[in-house]
């Protein structure tokens, strides 16, 4: 059996594909529900991300796997509306007449703009093709320092500056261009006349992780049971012992059990462990130090009776408590969620040191719904049903400079013990942005290495 510590994206699709490869699989997930940062709420309709979601169209192997488990017609590409808030003006920013009035650029700034979106290279006035072929070359450039090079101070202060700011606050300066032009690759094509399809699952992602559960069987599955030690003998994993809250049901053959005090401690021989969690709970098992580090993410859903705006994503040019204002109903119809309109307002954090890390969920309430009632003196706060808050201390990488020498590799055997994994957010699959399809992907190539698939790289 090889087992599997963590019930997330990565960890189910680790598990399911292990199975088609005729292994055997048991997955450990400490928490009480599957699907780790893609866990949901319920609704008035279909259940919601506690956090965001939604795919871009260059994302292939999520794709794969949602036709593969039968979900493929529910899978949709709508146009959500992008657009940026200044000084009390909402300004759409898809289609390109309302780029060209957007005022906070000129013309030339969205020439520039429009040309690093191409990966056109236009400096000295012959347009260049190749020069964002090669991401490495920008790995150690930090992104003001190529922007203002590559376009203009406009393009950076009128545009970057702000999104960069809302992502990586006071790291932004930490950041490398290989990132920045990674995530342009990473976008899907825009339609040139409405914008960019992103993909969503009708009725959630909780679907999917639904579907991963039915497909790897709940009786491979192991909730409340936090894997806490990695046994290893004569150089590779042989057992995982698991703290496994009583009453959780563990079908797991297991060679010892210890009960104390609400939970059962147990040690279950493996013939190979695959490690689908974040890189302190790979460090916790093994001593396996990865540099790489990690925002926090505060993020409340609000759900009102009526709209707040009509656009999907809207990014705000000011210093505001919050990085954007993600209307979920204005990409997915409320009817989807009984009628009820569904925001998301979110916050990254650098530093548990920053208040609102600390604030419970009534302040920060107070905090952001007052200031989006001062960007929006029509709005009324009565609209307001219901708001939930997730935090997350681990929601996303920074993407340093250097930062693919910092990854962890899929296969530990020369660093760690022989028949160990990682498919954790601290993978290559999960650059130059986090995301499911990031997690199945390190799933997929854990299992595949695992079942002598693929020949095995030590450097990636
Ligand atoms: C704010 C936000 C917005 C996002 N937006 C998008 C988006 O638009 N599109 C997209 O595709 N992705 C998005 N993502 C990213 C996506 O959610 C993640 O990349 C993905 O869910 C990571 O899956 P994972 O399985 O690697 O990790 P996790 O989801 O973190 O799962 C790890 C699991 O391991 C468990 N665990 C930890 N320690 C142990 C232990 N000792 N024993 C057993 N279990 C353990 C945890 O409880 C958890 O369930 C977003 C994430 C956030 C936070």
């Known amino acids: 059996m090889i087992g599997v510590v963590g019930g997330g994206i990565a960890g189910l699709a ?25 866990a949901v709420y319920e609704t008035a309709g279909d259940s919601i991300e506690k956090f965001y979601h939604h795919l ?49 650029m000129s013309v030339y700034d969205k020439f520039r703009l429009a040309m690093l979106t191409q990966e056109i290279d236009v400096r000295g006035g012959i347009p260049k093709f190749d020069t964002y072929e090669d991401l490495e070359d920008f790995e150690d450039v930090p992104i003001e320092e190529f922007l203002l090079e590559h376009t203009s101070r406009g393009v950076y202060e009128g545009f970057f500056e702000p999104l960069l700011r809302a992502k990586f606050g006071d790291r932004m300066d930490d950041v490398s261009a290989a990132w920045l032009l990674g995530r342009i690759k990473f976008r899907g094509e825009r339609d040139l006349l ?15 992780l639904d579907a991963l559960v039915d497909a790897v069987g709940e009786e491979n599955i192991t909730t409340n049971a936090r894997v806490e030690e990695l046994g290893v003998e004569d150089g590779a994993v042989e057992s995982l012992t698991v703290a496994v809250a009583d009453g959780a049901d563990s079908a797991a053959t297991q060679v010892e059990a210890e009960a104390d005090g609400g939970t059962t401690t147990e040690t ?73 309109h569904l925001l998301y307002v979110a916050s990254y954090i650098q ?18 719904l007052g200031h989006i009632e001062e960007m929006f003196p029509d709005w009324d706060r009565s609209a307001v049903t219901q708001f939930r808050l997730a935090k997350n201390p681990r929601a996303a990488p920074i993407y340093e400079r250097g930062y693919l020498d910092t990854v962890i ?23 130059p942005e986090r995301s499911l399809n990031g997690g199945i992907v390190a799933g997929y190539e854990c299992a595949d290495r695992i079942a002598g698939r693929k020949e095995i790289v030590r450097s990636d």
């Open 14 to 38: 680790t598990a399911y594909r292990l199975q088609q490869h005729g292994h055997d699989v048991q997955v450990f997930e400490a928490s009480d529900q599957v699907g780790g940062l893609a």
């Open 56 to 104: 871009s169209a260059s994302e292939e192997t999520i794709v794969e796997l949602i036709e593969e488990l039968g979900l493929g017609d529910d899978l949709e590409w709508p146009i959500g509306k992008n657009a940026y808030y200044w000084d009390g003006t909402v300004y759409p920013m898809d289609k390109p007449w309302e780029i060209l009035a957007y005022p906070k």
């Open 194 to 208: 409405r914008g960019e399809p992103l993909g969503y699952l009708e009725g959630g992602f909780g679907q999917l």
């Open 268 to 340: 279950h021989e493996v013939d190979g462990a695959v490690v689908a969690a974040m890189p302190n709970v790979l460090e916790a098992l093994c001593g396996y130090e990865c540099d790489i580090d990690f925002q926090r993410a505060v993020c409340a859903l609000v759900t009102m009776d009526e709209p707040l705006t009509d656009t999907y994503w809207l990014n705000v040019g000011h210093d505001a408590p919050f990085g954007a204002l993600v209307e979920h109903t204005n990409y997915i119809p409320p009817e989807n969620y009984g009628g009820d």
């Open 351 to 368: 530093d548990y040191e920053e208040d609102l890390w600390g604030m419970d969920a009534d302040e920060v309430e107070e905090l952001w």
């Open 409 to 431: 590799p899929y296969d530990l055997g020369d660093e760690v013990a022989e028949d160990l994994y990682y498919a954790g957010m601290a993978s290559r699959a999960q650059y």
